[in-house]
């Protein structure tokens, strides 16, 4: 699993003209991506360190501000461009497999007591943040 995680002084996500998820003042976006071997160990991993993780100003974390936090689901984070000019997607996985572990993410974020918005699984989204910092972290989880 990998997640890039920015911390922002707001955030939105609009899909279809709507908005899903938003909030102003501090807290993180995360972009999500799953990869085949993925499973719960993963997911309870990721969920964890994005709760944890000391990137907030002060060196507080998302539990320690009570901060919010935006999950977006992105394949893309798994794209290889070493050869020629067209990524592959290859080592994304699909749908079926990836979306119930972005789910699982965000409910152990929300059991943490996390203010916690998303995207919509598989859609165009249009993600706008204020990276503030600019702070942003790219982490895996094996």
Not at 43 to 62: N, V
């Amino acid at each position: 699993m990998r997640a890039v995680i920015q911390r922002a002084a707001g955030a939105q996500v609009v899909v279809d003209g709507q908005v899903t998820a938003q909030f102003d003042g501090e807290g993180f976006v995360v972009l999500l991506g799953v990869t085949h071997t993925d499973g719960e160990e993963q997911a309870a991993t990721m969920a964890r360190k994005i709760a944890q993780l000391r990137l907030l100003r002060s060196e507080r974390s998302l539990e320690d501000a009570a901060a919010p936090v935006i999950v977006v689901s992105q394949f893309t984070l798994y794209g290889q461009a070493r050869k020629g000019r067209r990524p592959t997607w290859n080592a994304a996985a699909p749908g079926p497999v990836a979306e119930p572990l972005v789910e699982r993410v965000v409910t152990l974020l929300k059991e943490r007591g996390l203010s916690v918005g998303q995207g919509v699984f598989g859609a165009e989204m249009a993600v706008t943040l204020t990276n503030d910092g600019p702070v942003t972290l790219v982490v895996d989880i094996d």
